[in-house]
């Protein structure tokens, strides 16, 4: 539920405004009204809405002065009540980014266009800030490092290093540790267990892991549709690439471009 404060110094507004308009029908619920723009000041610190309605035009303190004071302490959305007279003095308040502005009397339908506009922004911004939580720099992502495994060392394998070069420069093709191991003159289970002893994983983590690294080098270039880099990292379907993607990665592969969107536009979500 969007939180709503309103402040307004005509009781017959102000209340019409709280009473008449089904709020719970569009999601939002009154948490609180003033009747100037001092007391109003004093409720958006406390209860820190996400949308503020406020007249212009109240004793001790006017609409305008309580934004400019409240922003400074956090974000939220502000729709401005005004009347034909006050109009060109509230196109000023553009500085405070007021989201719009509503002629008295309230037209319901617009105010409802209007919060639905908004809720829409907030999810977005939401969702937004979702996918910075959940994911990592592009420098960070690196799920594999095959290079790592031709170090010589006491566990080093021919035939290990043999299996490390097949997904290297086949990845993109169906290759099984089974073939490989018929291929190489060794038994599977022979083979499966060397691969465990040198990397801790499996072959087809290993294989997995290095597919979806290249499906988000594919992904970042922009030139390709999910479904093409499925097909050119060796996934395939294009449901096994999107599950193997989001289990490594966290995000589905839609989401992941979106994320990369965001972070080039540098969208960055509401301070609250």
């Known amino acids: 539920m969007l939180k709503v404060l309103i402040v307004e110094d005509e009781d017959v507004i102000r209340k019409g405004l709280i009473h008449t308009i089904d709020w719970i029908s569009i999601g939002c619920n009154i948490i609180g009204d003033a009747c100037d723009g001092e007391e109003g000041l004093k409720?958006?610190?406390?209860?820190?809405?996400?949308?503020?309605?406020?007249?212009?035009?109240?004793?001790?303190?006017?609409?305008?002065?309580?934004?400019?004071?409240?922003?400074?302490?956090?974000?939220?959305?502000?729709?401005?009540?005004?009347?034909?007279?006050?109009?060109?003095?509230?196109?000023?308040?553009?500085?405070?980014?007021?989201?719009?502005?509503?002629?008295?009397?309230?037209?319901?339908?617009?105010?409802?266009?209007?919060?639905?506009k908004i809720r829409s922004e907030i999810d977005n911004k939401k969702f937004i800030e979702d996918l910075y939580k959940k994911t990592k720099k592009d420098e960070d992502i690196k799920l594999v490092d095959l290079d790592i495994y031709y170090l010589p060392s006491e566990k080093s394998n021919y035939y290990v290093n043999k299996a490390l070069d097949e997904i290297k420069n086949n990845y993109d093709k169906k290759i099984s540790i089974e073939t490989l191991a018929e291929g190489m003159g060794v038994s599977t289970s022979y083979l499966s267990r060397k691969f465990k002893d040198v990397t801790n994983q499996t072959f087809m983590d290993v294989l997995t892991k290095y597919r979806v690294q290249r499906a988000i080098e594919l992904l970042e270039t922009g030139k390709y549709r999910v479904y093409e880099v499925a097909d050119m990292t060796g996934f395939g379907e294009y449901k096994n690439f999107c599950n193997a993607f989001k289990r490594y990665i966290n995000l589905s592969p839609t989401e992941f471009l979106k994320s990369n969107s965001c972070i080039v536009k540098k969208c960055h979500p509401i301070d609250k």
């Open 43 to 116: 409720l958006i610190e406390k209860c820190r809405p996400d949308i503020v309605i406020t007249d212009i035009k109240m004793p001790f303190m006017d609409g305008i002065t309580m934004l400019e004071e409240a922003l400074k302490k956090y974000s939220f959305y502000s729709i401005l009540l005004t009347s034909y007279s006050e109009f060109e003095y509230a196109k000023k308040a553009i500085s405070l980014k007021v989201y719009e502005y509503l002629l008295k009397p309230v037209d319901e339908e617009r105010l409802f266009e209007i919060i639905e």
